[in-house]
Each structure stands twice: as C-alpha cells, then as structure tokens.
C-alpha cells in the first residue's frame, strides 16, 4: 500500500509540474505580447511626432512663400487650386517655392493643396453661395505614411490673406 501511495505522489508531482510550466508560459507569452505592443506604440508615436514635425515646417514654409510673393488678380502668385504641391528651396539666396507634385521623404509623402475662399454678403467665410476673394486662400497640409501596412495621415489647415493690401 505504501509503495501506491508514492506512485500517487509522484503522478501528482508531474502534474503540478506541468500546470506551472503551463502558468509560466502563459505568463510569459503575455509578457512578450505586451513588449511587442509597446514597441509597436512608441514607434507609432515617434512617426506621429516627425509627422507632425513636418506639418509645421510646411505651414511655416508656406507663409514664408506667401510673403515673398506677390499676389495677383487670381490670388496667391500663378498656383492652381485644388493642385497638389510641396515647398522646396530654390534659387539664390535660397526662398521657399511651392513645387508641383507630392514630395516623397523617407516613409512621408508630402503636399500642400490651395483652395478659394467663399464669403457671404457679411464677409464671413462659407462653404458654398459666397463669392471668390482673392485675397485669402485655405491651405491645406498633408503628411501620409505607411507602419506596417497601415495608412496615417495627419493634416493641418489656415487661411492666408493679402495682407499687403
């Protein structure tokens, strides 16, 4: 009878074993799922960070293109509406110039879109029954990636205005 009892207690001690080997593993999978998470965040939240970088540097580079430009009868210098463009430095000494196209750096691709400006009889901007001023124009930025077959994007609006005249 004694020599049942301990096969009993060794049956018992490998399965006890093997439930804490489980445990432990679980524990640890779960362990390095949450690592993996975190990176994946931090990383996210470092491309959102440059991304938002790059926002500011187009809006600034913009305003400075809007005041070394001269705005015409049909608003901010010869742009298109509705056109996709990006600011680059040219010429010399170097000013900003706003460039066809979308610019490719890195993961980001960037551009800047210059849409008229509607405004009622009150002179408030509308969306739609105002009539063309060309002396403000909406600008909107757009910085877009791709993180691991995802697609962000952020964007960033303003107003600029003929503020020379």
């Known amino acids: 009878m004694s020599q049942n009892l301990l096969g009993n207690k060794k ?34 939240l470092s491309q959102t960070s440059r991304a938002e970088e790059l926002l500011q540097e187009t809006m600034e580079s913009v305003r400075n293109f809007r005041d070394g430009t001269v705005w015409n009868s049909n608003g901010l210098g010869t742009l298109l509406i509705s056109s996709d463009y990006f600011p680059q430095k ?54 877009s990636w791709t993180e691991k077959g995802r697609n962000h994007s952020l964007e960033i609006a303003a107003y600029l205005t003929n503020w020379r005249k």
């Open 11 to 44: 049956s018992f001690l490998v399965i006890e074993i093997t439930i804490i080997i489980a445990i432990a593993a679980l524990a640890l999978s779960s362990l390095l799922q949450l690592t993996s998470f975190s990176m994946s965040a931090a990383n996210l």
């Open 90 to 143: 040219s010429g010399s000494p170097q000013v900003w110039q706003m460039t066809p196209g979308i610019e490719t750096m890195g993961i980001y691709q960037r551009k800047v879109i210059f849409e008229q400006v509607l405004r009622d009889a009150s002179s408030n901007i509308v969306q739609s029954g105002g009539i063309i001023d060309p002396n403000t124009k909406k600008i909107r930025a757009i910085i």
